[in-house]
């Protein structure tokens, strides 16, 4: 990852971003990805909007190569195969800040997620810039820059955008080749470049991880974990019936049922439409479209137990382990201050628990394939070891 930056000037870019580039034609896209192809990166960044629907609506998607700033319109433009074929060309690096959700956005609407990626929030946490750092403040501690926020709510699928709403949109790329010049040299210098290449690569991993079928929420709802096989069979198939609604419809998921409205339903278990509406977090509109197929569910959980059993639902973890999560969070910490990281970074709760989880029955405790590798290797032993520790201690007690 040493791609020549040089070409690449912020204040150049800053400049053009006052009168970016439009690409309204398949034509466009394809002569302008034609030209990227030829650079060793690009900057990437999408606005949309998503307030009424499942999926995110695109209104725009930015790029900023050596020398301008351009603004893609996913409005008149319905061929993006030239910009998929750019996504797909790992000769051509992508950068991008806090990119979650805009992959989701470009996997919806390119069918590719672009590759390779540099995430420039995920690289300030590997070199201690700060964890979750917002654009703004990046650019106002390492480039000086004043950057304004006040067209983060606006209408992006208004036309003709403003000058403003333009200008604020190019700004988001403009400075990120610049960024990135930074971040490649703190890493160089550290010798960590490994670290954030594989930090990047789980991310778009992770991206590519969907549950259409929404077979697998239900496990999200934690506080059912001693529910009985019939309920988490009905908790099952109404969060599955839910997604799928959901994606079809295109509406967001609290549209239809909000997860209060599903615990109700399964706590309270109505017979009749009449018992139903009694439920002040089931509303009147999805009432009458769908509380029919909401009270099959719950008279059809029996025969689902025995077609397709549910598993379990992952219990709380005991309070015995309240204050060893502490010890092993304080070795985590330790850990990432002598390599001068962000601790949330090193190790995230979620993986943590997994560990744990993992040992709960044998005492065998293993990590999780998701860690990636730099991290099991600065970390996964010491983890490992702490958690022997306190399993001899345990059985010792015992």
Known sequence: MTENTQAYHWKQL??????????????????????????????????????????????????????????????????????????????????????SED?????????????????????????NWGFSMGLQRMLEQKLG????????????????????????????????????????????????????????????DEALVDDPEGYEYYKRFTQMWRAPDHKLAALRDLTAWREQQARKRDVPR????????????????????????????VKKRILRTDGETILTFLKNSQKSVEDNPPESIARPLHFFWNKHLKSLKAIARRKAEENNIAPEVLLKRKELELIIRSGLDDGEYALPDKMTLWRQQMLGHLLLDKLEEIEKHRSEGA
């Not at 400075?175 to 930074?182: D, E, G, Q, T």
């Open 254 to 281: 609290n549209r239809i049922l909000r997860n209060q409205a599903l615990l109700q339903i399964v706590e309270n278990w109505p017979r009749s439409i009449g018992e139903l509406s009694r439920l002040d977090e």
């Open 103 to 127: 992959l989701e956005l470009f996997l919806k609407v390119i069918g590719v997620l672009p590759q390779p990626l540099f995430d420039t929030q995920l690289g300030a946490a590997l070199i």
């Open 14 to 99: 800053e400049v053009s971003a006052d009168k970016p580039v439009w690409i309204t034609t398949e034509q466009e896209l394809e002569q302008h990805c034609s030209s990227w192809a030829e650079l060793p990166l690009i900057a990437l960044d999408t606005e949309f909007q998503r307030v009424e629907t499942f999926y995110p609506i695109p209104g725009l998607i930015q790029v900023a190569d050596d020398k301008q700033c351009y603004l893609i319109d996913p409005l008149e433009i319905e061929d993006f195969s030239a910009l998929k074929a750019l996504f797909e060309d790992r000769s051509v690096l992508k950068l991008m800040h806090a990119a």
């Open 145 to 204: 820059v004043q950057m304004e926020k006040h067209e983060t709510t606006s209408d992006w699928l208004q036309r003709p955008l403003t000058a403003s709403q333009e200008h604020y949109a190019a700004l988001d790329v403009a400075y990120l080749p610049a960024i990135y010049a930074l971040q490649l040299e703190e890493f160089e210098q550290r010798g960590t470049v490994g670290w954030i290449e594989q930090e990047n690569q789980a991310l778009l």
